[in-house]
């Protein structure tokens, strides 16, 4: 990046100003090895990302680090605005936005910035599947998220490893997200998550956009029939498992309603009658 007589280059990256000579500095001051070390650190993360910005100009590369220090800022309202001006004319680092898309804590500014990671690129995936190793339930339900809410195949291959995660509540935010996209790997999940009441009305919706031809609702109704018949499977949750298959369609689910209306446990019965009313079946 040339800009005059002043050069961003691999040797002004190790010094503490970028240029000397009238140009802005981004260094600190220093009052320890302690905090000169760390600032060095923040300094070269910070000139790594506008570097991969590719500015053509001092006017670019002021432009990013403001935009790097909104995202950092204290002021929810700051964040939010940097997230989303971000592309508009000079583009915030990929690995900033999944950084603070990870510790974000603020709904609306979390949306905006998961909003700016959809336009960012191709490389937003892998970095925020990074994150779901994290030690810390929270960033790893950011994570899955943020993966939730990026388009194409990769953000898709990286959820349906997230079915299979131990964390329940990544799993469960795969599998909503997988259902919304039509991917039958997540049923399995989708149906556990009813049985243990975790979210059961979206997993139920979920379910509902898979079961969307003739096979896929009989698929579904038979393993929402199949985990009614269990044992294991408890009164509250056989009562959510009969709700659920309102929302598939077809003769299969039809037919278990009607078996389910005659059900032992008066309240599964009663609520297979109501569903079976509701299909101008009853």
Known sequence: MTSGSCQVSGRAKARTSPCRRG???????????????????????VLRRVDATDPAGWDDVLQVVALLRALGSKSADARQRAALSSGDEVPV???????????????NVAGAIRWALARSGDRGPALLAAG?????????????????????????ARLRDALTHPDTVVRGHAALALG??????AVPTLIGMIVEGRNDTG??????????????????????????????TGAPARGR?????????????????VELSRDGDRAVALTATYLLQLRGEG
């Open 23 to 45: 140009r802005p500095s981004f260094g600190p001051d220093w009052t320890g090895p302690g905090e000169r070390i760390a600032a060095e650190t923040e300094l070269l993360t």
């Open 93 to 107: 680092p990929v690995e900033a936005l999944v950084e603070a898309a990870l510790s974000e804590t603020e709904p």
């Open 132 to 156: 779901l190793d994290s030690p810390e339930a929270a960033v790893r339900e950011r994570a899955v998220q943020s993966l939730a809410e990026l388009p194409g195949g990769e953000a898709a």
């Open 180 to 185: 919304e996209r039509g991917v039958a790997e």
């Open 203 to 232: 997993a139920a919706d979920a379910l509902g956009v898979l079961a969307g031809d003739t096979a896929a609702a009989d698929r579904i109704a038979a393993a929402l029939v199949g985990r009614l018949a269990e044992d294991t």
């Open 241 to 257: 498992l009969t709700q659920a298959l309102a929302g598939v369609p077809g003769t299969r689910a039809s037919r278990a309603l």
